[in-house]
Nanobody, 124 residues
């Protein structure tokens, strides 16, 4: 069973940049499609981005507006989320999640395996 560990969160000012990393262990990452899901205090989880098992399909939430890029490096069992031009409303706990299905889904309920999350705080 795959285990996921996120890193790369932090505190930045609006307009800043962070690169989140999702490192998988216990299984090879190329057997899984991966999503990034965030949850802000008092709000429901929402999908941010996803990448299919093959890497051929990616998708982003509308609020991303071209600011984020998802990528995967199966050789190092890692998925990245590069986040540019961060906004106050991007403040949340960011989780990576995995499913064996070969699709790209923004729906958190479609993922079977979850990391503990990494905190992103954007402050002015």
């Amino acid at each position: 069973q795959v285990q996921l560990v996120e890193s790369g969160g932090g505190s930045v000012q609006p307009g800043g940049f962070l690169r989140l990393t999702c490192l998988a262990s216990g299984a090879t990452l190329d057997n899984y499609s991966i999503g990034w899901v965030r949850q802000a205090p008092g709000k429901e989880r929402e999908g941010v981005s996803c990448i299919s098992r093959s890497g051929a399909r990616t998708n982003y939430a509308e609020f991303v507006e071209g600011r984020f890029t998802i990528s995967r490096d199966d050789a190092s069992n890692t998925v990245y989320l590069q986040m540019y031009n961060l906004k106050l409303e991007d403040t949340a706990l960011y989780h990576c999640a995995a499913t064996r299905k070969d699709f790209c889904t923004m729906s958190p309920q479609n993922y079977d395996h979850w990391g503990q999350g990494t905190q992103v705080t954007v402050w002015s």
